[in-house]
């Protein structure tokens, strides 16, 4: 069993930036696909990002692409978002996900495909 324990969400105005952490228990972190997602008041949850076992590979939903940037440390079992250039539509509840892989390279976007989710985290973009 892997848990997951996000960070850093809070009240920001447009315009502004947050980064995310996400703490991972497992020992073998470092063969976890990792990805963000989101869910926002009434709407299904969303892909946002998600990194190769060694951050060699990212990918991105469009909306975020160029504000948002997703990374890891496999030796402090930690991934991060950082996201920059907030807007009011970027409002959510932010989700760390794992998945467990044994194919280097491999990059997941969809929610069924984790293994394990953090409690998430609240992001609230407004002025």
């Known amino acids: 069993q892997v848990q997951l324990v996000e960070s850093g969400g809070g009240l920001v105005q447009p315009g502004g930036s947050l980064r995310l952490s996400c703490a991972a228990s497992t020992r073998t972190f470092s063969r976890y696909i990792m990805g963000w997602f989101r869910q926002a008041p009434g709407k299904e949850r969303e892909f946002v990002s998600a990194i190769t076992w060694g951050g060699s590979s990212t990918n991105y939903e469009d909306s975020v692409k160029g504000r948002f940037t997703i990374s890891r440390d496999n030796a402090e079992k930690k991934v991060y978002l950082q996201m920059n250039s907030l807007k009011p539509e970027d409002t959510a509840v932010y989700y760390c996900?794992?998945?467990?892989?044994?194919?280097?390279?491999?990059?997941?976007?969809?929610?069924?495909?984790?293994?394990?989710w953090g409690q998430g985290t609240q992001v609230t973009v407004s002025s």
């Open positions: 996900a794992a998945a467990k892989s044994t194919v280097q390279g491999m990059i997941l976007t969809l929610g069924y495909q984790y293994d394990y």
